[in-house]
């Protein structure tokens, strides 16, 4: 008879080690997924007279002259002179001393100083109104009043993500929906940006759904990472209005008339180009929502 042969403790062991690595690698990764990404952002640099003796923060030398010595960033404080303005890196770290505004602050600007992933004022509209439900008939289609969503938008202004836009406060859910569309609209660059607004154009009147999905994924290459992540975040969430269709009757189609105005603007169109646009912004928003799993 054969002799009884050593049980093996490796395969169990490694098993244990492997799960325990996994577990690590997880971990690890969840860590860095919830880190604020670095996005990159200009200065906002203004003339500004300085009192007093001032030095230039990137050259270190002194500015000279009574009035108009160089320029200030008017958000994060940053003082140079004007000619050193245009070599300083895009490393803006906006203080929440300078910006003062949630609503037509700059989208950048707004989630660096709040050092956030998206403007505090989507995730917390969004996240009000999936929690009291998504089947309200006409949501983002039925207005609000628009007292109370200039409401809502000074509580941003003044609280920031304290501001209470509970059902308590405001009970009406059409009021956020408002207030939500209002952040949008108010951008001073929009949340598709005019540099990138001809592509997603040129997207909305390609007729092949194949080629129009090929040409939208390079138009949101375009797009400030900030922008880009908001954008998807807010395509997901119509993508969840669309599925209590039945209820709330709002398709694709019709979020893609409420919302393509309100993300994509042309710079210095004439009424009628304007007029003819507005087809076209419908459908590169019904689009975005339709394949948003793909897109993004």
């Known amino acids: 008879p054969q002799p009884p042969q050593p049980v093996s403790m490796v395969t169990p062991i490694t098993a244990s080690v492997l799960s325990q690595l996994t577990s690590l690698v997880r971990r690890a990764t969840l860590r860095e997924s919830d880190l604020m990404p670095k996005y990159e952002k200009v200065h906002n ?9 001032h030095w230039c923060e990137y050259c270190a030398n002194f500015m000279w002259g009574l009035i108009a010595q160089g320029v200030k960033c008017a958000d994060c404080g940053l003082n140079v002179h004007k000619q050193c303005s245009k070599v300083v890196p895009n490393d803006c770290q906006p203080d929440l001393r300078h910006v003062k505004k949630v609503y037509s602050c700059d ?41 109370l969503i200039e409401d809502v938008k000074l509580a941003f202004d003044r609280d920031g993500e304290k501001a209470d836009i509970s059902s308590s406060v405001y009970e009406d859910l059409n009021i956020i929906t408002g207030a939500l569309k ?49 954008l998807r975040y807010l395509m997901a ?17 019709n979020l893609g008339i409420v919302f393509g105005p309100t993300l994509m603007r042309a710079p210095d169109l004439d009424a009628m180009t304007a007029l003819n646009d507005i087809r076209y912004q419908r459908l590169v928003v019904e689009a975005l929502i339709t394949n948003e799993d793909v897109l993004f």
């Open 45 to 53: 640099f203004k003339v500004h007279t300085f009192r007093g003796p």
């Open 182 to 230: 209002l952040y949008f609209r108010e951008l001073p660059i929009p949340l598709i940006t005019y540099d990138a607004y001809p592509r997603f154009m040129e997207a909305g009147k390609i007729g092949d759904p194949e080629k129009r999905l090929e040409s939208l994924h390079e138009a949101l290459k375009l797009l400030p990472p900030a922008h880009c992540e908001t």
């Open 237 to 253: 969430h119509l993508k969840r209005v669309t599925r209590c269709e039945k209820e709330n009757l709002m398709s694709a189609e």
């Open 107 to 147: 989208l950048t600007t707004l989630v660096k100083a709040h050092n956030t992933k998206r403007p505090m004022v989507v995730d917390m509209c969004i996240q009000e109104i999936e929690a009291r439900g998504l089947q309200s008939e006409g949501l983002y289609r039925i207005s609000g009043f628009s007292e």
